[in-house]
């Protein structure tokens, strides 16, 4: 019925290895035999023209098909292709006035359709798995099954070799059904190929050739609802169709061409991978054309894959796995449809090893640094962790001990009534406790300072300034709390360049400034003292940038002689 049957219920529309030499000849000269057959059926029967589009599908997917078949005889999609070719014109036997031709012809006739969409969804692999699957093998099923009963019924006139009855309504039923179920069943096609479309980036000539799919199978639909209920212009959709269909396999050779242009380019990737030795996924992309194209590194001492950034990543899949003495060394992660061009990927494979060492030595010392990084803010966090349990048992220990001391000398001076020289030793007593309290609280603020962690950074710098060594204005510039560490730091930082003044810069005061700015805390301290800080040699200064550095943060001092001194840091805070 691809082919229009010519009598009563009218049909909508009527280990693998390369081909041998010889198959290929014999392929190639039943395809013009198989032309001239459809027209030479079609010519008595007034069907010239669509014989012609047949013959147009059945070259392209031909021809197409054998080049497929030969350049990728690991896919079988390029016998899919020839199988198509030959089936539409297996179609065309429904013209024959021989009955027997006739059946045959008839028989297949809707098979035609099941091989496009078998064909259309097992690109590029010609495999399926899965809903594309079930959806061929019921197109199949459908084809045959529902096109043999409809025949037994006694579809499609008295040269229907196949009728054991005669009834002409349960046949058009069975027909009509077969009609709409191969139509839902294309349509089904189409969003299985939309899900394709958009589950990733695609090559631009493979979304030009799952687009060309996706447009066939709904003018295929479209036609067999046209022709079920027998609307006016089917003529015309047929031979749209036709055009349509035969445009996937010349989409599908012009992205052979793309490939072959890809794989010519492989020089120009050796050029752009050397000079672009510190992050080869560019022009890894370009030459895959694949934008979703990664390369990553194996560190056999980390045992984990990472970026060129020396980030830790998941090995993804599909990719293709650089070895070297049968040991990973490097992997390219790209679109499952790269797979269906091993030669490019092996070319494309075999032009990164030849540069892959500097890319790989640069991860691993990113990945390296990455993690003495890492070990570095541990090394902070727990020392910050140890100085607060300092802090609080000299506050809840020692401390309360000299309190409670000097409460106790307290009660015994007033007990000594009238002798000056006990009630002078007593108070002589009470002011060692007193200075010796007053240095274990200094001590214990120096560990860690507890109005910071109770009254936030912005009163814990008001606590430094009132004792800093020369005037300080500050200016405060945040809302809320901020990281328990980022505080920590910003308060050391005041704290060591106030100490710093007070020592060396001979300065008649200075400015704090704590602000945010976007995702960092900026924190700045100026004096007008006599500059010129050594920030090599001084260690608190070293120390000061060790903690900054160790959260991910930078610290600059700017010290001209006479000039003042001007240090600031930025921390991470978002």
């Known amino acids: ?88 014109a297996l179609s065309n036997l429904a013209w024959s006035p021989h009955p027997l031709l006739f059946t045959v012809g008839q028989a297949v006739d809707l098979l035609v359709v099941a091989l496009f969409l078998h064909v259309f969804l097992a690109f590029p692999s010609g495999r399926l798995s899965g809903w594309p699957r079930v959806l061929v093998v019921t197109a199949y099923a459908v084809s045959i099954g529902l096109q043999l009963t409809a025949m037994a019924l006694g579809a499609f006139g008295p040269d229907n070799l196949l009728a054991v009855a005669d009834r002409p309504l349960a046949a058009n039923v069975v027909h009509a059904v077969e009609l709409l179920s191969l139509s839902a069943l294309l349509l089904a096609g189409v969003g299985l190929l939309a899900v394709r479309l958009r589950a990733g980036p695609l090559r631009r000539s493979v979304r030009w050739l799952v687009g060309s799919f996706a447009l066939g199978l709904v003018s295929l639909a479209v036609l067999l609802v046209m022709g079920m209920l027998a609307v006016p212009g089917f003529t015309a959709v047929q031979r749209v169709t036709l055009v349509v269909l035969g445009l996937a396999p010349v989409a599908f050779l012009a992205g052979l061409l793309d490939v072959r242009l890809a794989r010519a380019s492989v020089g120009e990737l050796v050029v752009a991978l050397r000079s672009e030795p510190d992050d080869l996924t560019p022009a890894l992309s370009r030459a895959l054309r694949d934008p979703t194209a990664s390369l990553l590194y194996w560190l056999p001492q980390y045992r984990t894959w990472v970026d060129h950034d020396g980030r830790p990543r998941t090995l993804p899949e599909p990719a293709r796995v650089i ?29 990164v090893e030849m540069v892959l060492d500097n890319g790989r030595l640069r991860a691993e010392l990113k990945a390296g640094l990455a993690e003495v990084r890492g070990s570095r803010a541990r090394v902070l966090e727990a020392g910050r962790r140890e100085r607060r349990r300092l802090e609080r048992d000299l506050h809840d220990g020692a401390q309360q001990r000299l309190v409670g001391l000097s409460l106790r000398l307290s009660l015994l001076e007033n ?152 240090l600031r840091a930025e921390l991470p805070c978002g």
């Open 1 to 88: 019925m691809f082919t229009g049957g010519r009598h009563a219920y009218p049909a909508v529309i009527d280990g693998l290895r390369a081909p041998s030499r010889t198959l290929r000849t014999a392929l190639a000269l039943a395809a013009p035999a198989a032309a001239a057959m459809s027209i030479a059926l079609a010519r008595p029967a007034g069907r010239l023209a669509p014989a012609l589009l047949f013959v147009w599908i059945l070259l392209a997917y031909v021809v197409c098909g054998l080049i497929a078949w030969t350049r990728r005889p690991g896919s079988a999609f390029g016998r899919l292709l020839v199988l198509v070719g030959f089936g539409a």
């Open 323 to 351: 070895r070297r003495d049968g040991q990973p060394v490097a992997a390219i992660a790209h679109h499952p449809d790269v797979a269906a061009e091993p030669d490019l990927l092996d070319a494309v494979a075999a032009a």
């Open 415 to 566: 007990r000594l009534g009238a002798d000056p020289s006990a009630r002078q030793a007593v108070a002589e007593a009470r002011a060692e406790v007193a200075t010796s309290l007053g240095e274990l609280r200094d001590l214990a603020h120096g560990l860690y300072p507890a109005v910071l962690s109770g009254h936030g950074l912005a009163v814990a710098l008001e606590s430094v300034a009132a004792r800093a060594p020369v005037p300080v204005r500050l200016e405060i510039g945040i809302d809320g709390r901020l990281p328990e560490a980022i505080e920590v730091a910003a308060y050391y930082v005041v704290c060591e360049s106030l100490t710093n003044v007070g020592r060396h810069a001979r300065a008649t005061g200075a400015t704090v400034s704590v602000r945010r700015a976007g995702e960092a805390l900026m924190v700045q301290v100026e004096d007008d003292g006599v500059g010129g800080a050594d920030t090599e040699q001084g260690s608190g200064l070293r120390g000061l940038a060790d903690r900054v550095e160790a959260l991910g943060g930078t610290l600059r001092v700017w010290s001209p002689a006479g000039g003042g001194t001007r």
